[in-house]
């Protein structure tokens, strides 16, 4: 398998894990766009990307990255 291709496969599978391509993208931290390019084949997958894209692949869970919200004000409740 060419590194063209191994990059396409390995997006294309983070892509089915996450449930779409702008989850993937923002776990990725790049624009739904570019990881659509690579879908579709009509850009070459980066090294550091792929890199980034196997790393997610091998957590258990890839959770998408969320805003965190504010801590709660006042005093904490124990």
């Known amino acids: 398998m060419g590194e063209q291709k191994l990059g396409k ?5 983070l892509v ?3 449930g779409s391509v702008e989850k993937a993208a923002a776990r990725l931290g790049i624009r739904p ?4 390019r690579f879908v579709d084949g009509t850009s070459q997958v980066p090294d550091s990307l792929l890199l980034k894209a ?6 258990p869970v890839v959770p998408a990255l969320q805003p965190q919200s504010p801590p709660p004000k006042g005093r904490p409740v124990i």
Request: net charge negative.
């Open 9 to 13: 496969e390995v997006i294309v599978r």
């Open 16 to 18: 089915s894990k996450l």
């Open 54 to 59: 196997l790393d997610a692949m091998s957590d």
């Open 33 to 36: 766009g570019l990881v659509q």
